[in-house]
């Protein structure tokens, strides 16, 4: 075993020398620089593994002990310290069959165009960012990175000028108000990859790596999403999802405003004391043979009114001229952009 060991450590030597063999100039050959591969970032809680000799879960800055029932092994118990991923194209959004609707709501929403066949399809990226009104720009502030890099590089060139370029001069520069101002809107207007630094985490004191910075996003309980049981995007284009002739067909029977309300009656879970949209889908499919596209429409106007308008509907009922309006204001415009349809047209 010995002998062979120290054949393989003699042949990796031989190839090493070869390899550096000097060209018949006299010259070492050129060894193109090849970069390490970046480090894999965990977006899984599979990722995470337990390290025995630290005693802790790695990597650290993405990975923790939660331990659960049902975890026999130390490794089974190191989580992602955060849960939510953030998509980043449309093609990260894709449909949630049980919940009716885009995965990752906050970020993606319903968006149905032509030669959308599927309703996988249909999920893009939400045209306006959580939290902001559609054609609203919120201003970003400049990352904690480009910030500690610029201050430190502003305070050093204060120094370096005051002492080296000016005493070569014979002039002594004054660091005013207005070279502070300037170098505030510089960090307004310029992020890390524009100027291609990036500070020590050593040297700038609270610069910690974050769940942005690994492409996760955390749970803000300070500021929940408002789901109001539209999938859809608010405001957005008109989906046309029963456009279709036999929607258009089977929407024109009389008898469909009173299906519509047995099955949100049939729909309701009192445990859960919400609206379940994926038996809502079904029997929207089921009872009135509508198509799938079609029925997540009415499955949105079933969830907002019950979300919006419950306490009129238990007091007073849905045919009520208070319980309509209410559901009118809430609920009607995101059935229209869903639809493709007019009021008339509509049961």
Known sequence: MKAGFKRTQLEKVKEAEDHDEPTPDGNTPFMPYVPASPAKVPLRNSDCKWNYRKARCEPKYACEYKFRAGDFKLGQSCRLKIDKFKPTSDKDCLWNYKEVKCHDSLYCSRQCKAGDFNLDACCKLRKSKPGTEPGSQKSEAPSST??????????????????????????????????SAFVDQILKELDDEDIGLESDSEDVEGNKRTGEDIGLEADDEASPEHDDGNAGEKDGEEEGNCKSESDRTILKKPDVPEELEKIGTASWSTRRWKIVREKSLKLHMEKLNLSELCSTCFVDVSDCST?????????KGKSHPESAACIEEHCNQALLQCTGLSKEELP
């Open 146 to 179: 480009t910030t500690a890099t610029w201050e430190s590089h502003a305070g050093s060139s204060k120094d370096e000028s005051e002492e080296d370029v000016d005493d070569d001069i014979g002039l002594k520069a004054d660091w005013t108000d207005d070279d």
């Open 307 to 315: 979300k919006n308008c419950f306490s009129l509907l238990a007091r």
